[in-house]
């Protein structure tokens, strides 16, 4: 299977909003309503921040949020803080593999 | 809270198999909501699912690496491995335990990440 497509990087000044889209296929992204984000920070393991699109883990900042439409997904980070700069990963489900399929990772920079 | 811990070498010789381990504690894993799976990250790249094993057996391999790797569970214990066969310097990544949801794919819960290097 092959990786959903995400920009390399975006970058906004604090307090802005940007997107992160991730864009794949029907057969994974557009098939299900299974699409999650994680957030990486430099050494860190990848952080759950978005599930099932829409869904927000307990303890998720409400200024994460996701969408989808057709094939593509995406993240949208509202009032960017310092603390946002980091990777981010799409994953969407793609049939019952056991597993998903990750998206090519988006670097983050709050300027 | 369900909890993974990866343990293994951080060194493997070319064309050596790669194992890992990983402890489950805070749940069963029997318990049937997870699978239990892999997933690698080369320095500074992205990542990559290696692929995932339910406790019954059933195993789901990455097709690119499918033909190197073995997944099994030691329900006695609570722990699930890795092994990957015939590593080379292309192998060498940051190494993590994840437990996928059953139903979803969603991953919940992370291992800290085991660092495997292929070096003579």
């Known amino acids: 299977q092959s990786a959903l497509t995400q920009p390399a990087s975006v970058s906004g000044s604090p307090g802005q909003s940007i997107a992160i889209s991730c864009t794949g296929t029907?057969?994974?992204?557009?098939?299900?309503?299974?699409v999650s984000w994680y957030q990486q920070h430099p050494g860190k393991a990848p952080k759950l921040l978005i599930y099932?699109?829409?869904k927000r883990p307990s303890g998720v900042s409400n200024h994460f949020s996701g969408s989808k439409y057709a094939n593509t997904a995406s993240l949208t980070i509202s009032g960017l803080q310092a603390e946002d700069e980091a990777d981010y990963y799409c994953?969407?489900?793609?049939?019952?593999?056991?597993?998903?399929?990750f998206g090519t990772g988006t670097k983050v920079t709050v300027l | 809270q369900l909890q993974l811990q990866e343990s293994g070498p951080g060194l493997v010789k070319p064309s050596e198999t790669l194992s890992l381990t990983c402890i489950v504690s805070?749940?069963?894993?029997?318990?049937?909501?997870?699978?239990w799976g892999w997933i690698r990250q080369p320095p500074g790249k992205g990542l990559e699912w290696i692929g995932s094993?339910?406790?019954?057996?059933?195993?789901y391999y990455n097709p690119s690496l499918k033909s190197r790797v073995t997944m099994s569970v030691d329900t006695s214990s609570n722990q699930f491995s890795l092994k990957l066969t015939s590593v080379t310097a292309a192998d060498t990544a940051l190494y993590y335990c994840?437990?996928?949801?059953?139903?979803?794919?969603?991953?919940?819960?992370w291992g800290q990440g085991n660092l495997v290097t292929v070096s003579s």
């Open positions: 094993i339910f406790h019954r057996g059933n195993t």
């Open positions: 994840a437990s996928p949801d059953v139903d979803t794919g969603v991953v919940f819960y």
């Open positions: 994953c969407s489900y793609a049939g019952g593999r056991g597993f998903g399929v």
């Open positions: 029907s057969s994974d992204v557009g098939g299900y309503n299974l």
């Open positions: 805070g749940s069963a894993i029997t318990s049937g909501v997870y699978y």
């Open positions: 099932e699109v829409t």
